[in-house]
């Protein structure tokens, strides 16, 4: 029931784009990102809804294609302080208690 | 600060022994969430408390326990401590329900000798 996220790792320049993904084989009523800095613990950035629009951050948006399962992170114009791993964390329809399960994560470095 | 406190940040023990993380949620929150975090599995769910009852049970050891209180703190009973019982423990709480995310504590770092 993990959610499998896509890439395991990507690096950037500062300034370039980069999408993170995000898929699950369960039916999802909601999706969340989270980003962990290195000792630091995960800080909520976003929570997608079933039905919802997609939402926005900045320059940090995502969607949620409810058909597929499958959520998408969008970095643009990136800067140093955007590292860090992030995880989705999705809650399954139905199931009621309101917990998320994570992925693996994607970590993310932004250079110079 | 995050507003969720957990205690201790460290800990280091030997294996057989029994510790208890503490988690102090953010201020009107009832939902209390515990997580695991290992380098190759990333966050596993653990347990779900609400309003001091519990309403989800993850991949949770039959050694580990949790409790929520009336004043809404809990607290994970980690026992028969083995050295794969190490790992980043993460309190987080919330409102209660979708559409609230979760905040996260600072984390508990379980060291098994």
């Known amino acids: 029931q993990q959610p499998v996220q896509s890439p395991q790792a990507v690096i950037l320049r500062e300034g370039e784009d980069a999408v993170i993904n995000c898929s699950s084989s369960?039916?999802?009523?909601?999706v969340h990102w989270y980003r962990q800095k290195h000792g630091e613990a995960p800080v909520f950035l976003m929570i997608l809804l079933k039905g919802g629009e997609q939402k926005g951050h900045e320059k940090i948006s995502a969607s949620f294609n409810e058909k597929k399962q499958q959520s998408s992170l969008y970095l643009t114009a990136s800067q140093l302080s955007y590292s860090g791993t992030y995880f989705c964390?999705?809650?399954?329809?139905?199931?009621?208690?309101?917990?998320?399960?994570f992925g693996k994560g994607t970590k993310l470095s932004v250079i110079p | 600060d995050s507003g969720v406190t957990q205690t201790p940040k460290h800990l280091i023990t030997a294996t057989g022994q029994r510790v208890t993380l503490r988690c102090s949620p953010r201020s009107g929150d009832l939902s209390v969430y515990w997580y695991q975090q290992s380098l190759d599995q990333g966050l596993q769910f653990l347990i779900h408390y609400y309003n001091g009852e519990e309403r989800a049970k993850g991949n949770i050891l039959e050694r580990f326990s949790a409790q929520q209180f009336p004043d809404l703190h809990s607290e994970l009973n980690l026992s028969s401590l083995e050295l794969g019982d190490s790992a980043l423990y993460f309190c987080?709480?919330?409102?209660?329900?979708?559409?609230?995310?979760?905040?996260f504590g600072s984390g508990t770092r379980l060291t098994v000798v």
């Open positions: 369960k039916a999802l009523y909601s």
């Open positions: 987080a709480s919330s409102v209660g329900g979708t559409p609230y995310g979760y905040t």
């Open positions: 964390g999705t809650e399954i329809t139905g199931a009621g208690s309101y917990q998320l399960t």
